[in-house]
């Protein structure tokens, strides 16, 4: 019965764009970005790391899980909002000739609090500037009004006086991966569309549908990974009957799942289709698995402590921060290799 309906209403989209859109559909396909498997497997690793509670290993990037992958990136500002359990880094990856800005998910106590919680999130926010859109004002304030984005904004604009124009890559895993695309919004409109990329994995829905659209068009390079039966991206509930009224994935999503033949087992990256509800990936699933949401490409996503909040930082670290009344705080410093570059030059000035 449903798959009649929905066959039905793919009938009547497909006459639509069919009669209309041809000019768009060309247009689209040239402008398409394209999905990159080993710079996934890349961003994973800085969505996880960004979970270490050890803010000295984080910041002078000796984790545990900076290793692999990331290795030689340099952290130039690192945000920690203590009232809000909230953690973020902005930093420079060579390799990838870009600015990495990788978002924490919640830390709560208990994983499946948060995950029960999330049934029941309003859209009760306008988003400024998106006719119609609405989003959660939860996850929007956790970016926007807190000091998150300040602490964000300056590391970019830091790193890019000192680099120049780099791209900016931004991630996040769970509500980490809903702050990465607000972030990512943010700085599309201040840096335009062409600089930033956004890739994040295990996001809940985070607007209704004409934010979706709008968000697609404001950040057309947006990736959003799901895998398996992974709870998190079914949240809160999409009703396709109700788009505007209820929530609305962006695209474009990429389902991680496995098939097995016998006991060869075969991970599959699905690219999905650009409605961000395609029905045929991480919907074709239900979503009941949190074991699913805590990994991804076989990288450990989540807290590395099951205390909630905990941050352990070496008082020397004091005094690359600002805190604010309420114990908050943003520790930055000049890359090293900025200090190298200064140091050889004397080909840098002669005024
Ligand atoms: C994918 O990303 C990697 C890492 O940034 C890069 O080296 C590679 O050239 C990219 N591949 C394509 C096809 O763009
Ligand atoms: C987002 O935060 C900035 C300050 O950082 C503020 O000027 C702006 O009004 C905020 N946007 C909304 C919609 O609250």
Known sequence: MERRWWISLLIAICLCVGSSGRGLETKQK??????????????????????ISDLTDLFTWTCSRCNGLTKGFEVIELVVDVQNCLQAFVGVADDLDAIVIAFRGTQETS???????????QLDFDYPGCTDGKVHHGFFNAYNNTIVRSGILDGVSRAKEIYGDLKIMVTGHSM?????????LDLALIYGS?????????QPRIGN???????????PNTFRVTHEHDMVPHLPPYYQFFPQKTYHHFPREVWLYNIGLGFLIYEVEKICDDSGEDPDCSRSVSG???????????????????SKCR????????????????????LSRVPSKFILKKNEGPEISDQ
Not at 30 to 51: M, R
Not at 289 to 304: A, K, N, P, Q, R
Request: contains cysteine; negative net charge.
């Open 30 to 51: 040239v402008h398409s970005p394209l999905y990159n498997h080993t710079l996934a497997t890349i961003l994973v690793e800085y969505a996880s790391a960004v979970y």
């Open 209 to 219: 549908a004409a934010f979706a659209t709008y968000y697609s068009e404001v950040v």
């Open 288 to 306: 009941n698995s949190i074991t699913d949401h805590l990994t991804y490409f076989g990288v450990e996503m989540g807290c590395d402590t099951s």
């Open 111 to 121: 994983i499946q609090n948060w995950i029960e919680d999330l049934f029941w999130k």
């Open 176 to 184: 980490g991966g809903a702050m990465a695309a607000f972030c990512g």
């Open 311 to 330: 941050i352990v930082m070496a008082p020397s670290l004091a005094s690359y921060g600002k805190v604010d009344d309420y114990g908050n705080f943003a």
């Open 194 to 202: 062409k600089n930033v990329q956004v890739m994040t994995f295990g």
